[in-house]
């Protein structure tokens, strides 16, 4: 059974740079040919995709963020991390790391139980 879990601080400064760890337990994340997806769901909001982290180390990025995300890992640790830079109180959002089965987050089999980050000064 594959477990995420996303973790960092729950309050962020306008301007500053946004950043969470997911940590993954029972499977790892260098496995073909999985992807390893970051997720939001601002208030009142869908869900948006915000980018992924294959297997092999490549990512890919939404467009409509891609200026402002960097996704990378650590495989020592079996962990991805999210970088969203220059925040605003818009980036407000519950924030998720899932398993991502095409690499362009249409199908997720696994979640985290998603944080919430908020952006205010």
């Known amino acids: 059974q594959v477990q995420l879990q996303e973790s960092g601080p729950g309050l962020v400064k306008p301007s500053q740079t946004l950043s969470l760890t997911c940590t993954v337990s029972?499977?790892?994340?260098?496995?073909?040919?999985?992807?390893w997806s970051w997720i939001r769901q601002p208030p009142g909001k869908g869900l948006e995709w915000m980018g992924a982290?294959?297997?092999?180390?490549?990512?890919y990025y939404s467009p409509s963020l891609k200026s402002r995300t960097s996704i990378s890992r650590d495989t020592s640790k079996n962990q991805f991390t999210l970088q969203l830079s220059s925040v605003t109180p818009e980036d407000t959002a519950v924030y998720y790391c899932?398993?991502?089965?095409?690499?362009?987050?249409?199908?997720?089999?696994?979640w985290g139980q998603g944080t919430q980050v908020t952006v205010s000064s």
């Open positions: 029972g499977g790892s994340i260098t496995t073909n040919y999985y992807y």
């Open positions: 982290i294959a297997y092999s180390g490549s990512t």
């Open positions: 899932a398993r991502d089965l095409t690499g362009w987050g249409t199908e997720f089999d696994y």
